[in-house]
């Protein structure tokens, strides 16, 4: 059974950072991408980050590129997201996904990611 569980969201002022983790399982980690997506209040989701297999190649929402770094360890079956310089906006609910493909297609989430995490609440406010 793939389980992706998600650690770190936190109550964090304008401008600040806080980094997120993701320990996956059930699944070999190192044959798939994976990536963030988040879901605003009383929005619906939105897709942040993604990494190929091998984490060689990275790619960003226009909203988030520049102050999000997303990076994983395939020794230890995890996902990150090093988010810098939050904005009120970021404010989510963070969800790490895994790929049904080896490296980054860029299609709808339904087609691109087939497991969910139960996700993790970012608040950024002051």
């Known amino acids: 059974e793939v389980q992706l569980v998600e650690s770190g969201g936190d109550l964090v002022q304008p401008g600040g950072s806080l980094r997120l983790s993701c320990v996956a399982s059930?699944?070999?980690?190192?044959?798939?991408?994976m990536g963030w997506v988040r879901q605003p209040p009383g929005l619906g989701p939105e897709w942040v980050s993604g990494?190929?297999?091998?984490?060689?190649?990275?790619y960003y929402a226009e909203s988030v590129k520049g102050r999000f770094t997303i990076s994983r360890d395939n020794s230890k079956n995890t996902l990150y997201l090093q988010m810098n310089s939050l904005k009120s906006e970021g404010t989510a609910m963070y969800y790490c996904?895994?790929?049904?493909?080896?490296?980054?297609?860029?299609?709808?989430?339904?087609?691109?990611?087939?497991?969910w995490g139960q996700g993790t609440q970012v608040t950024v406010s002051s």
């Open positions: 996904v895994k790929s049904t493909y080896s490296n980054y297609v860029g299609l709808t989430l339904s087609l691109e990611y087939d497991a």
């Open positions: 990494i190929n297999w091998n984490g060689a190649d990275t």
């Open positions: 059930g699944f070999t980690f190192d044959d798939y991408a």
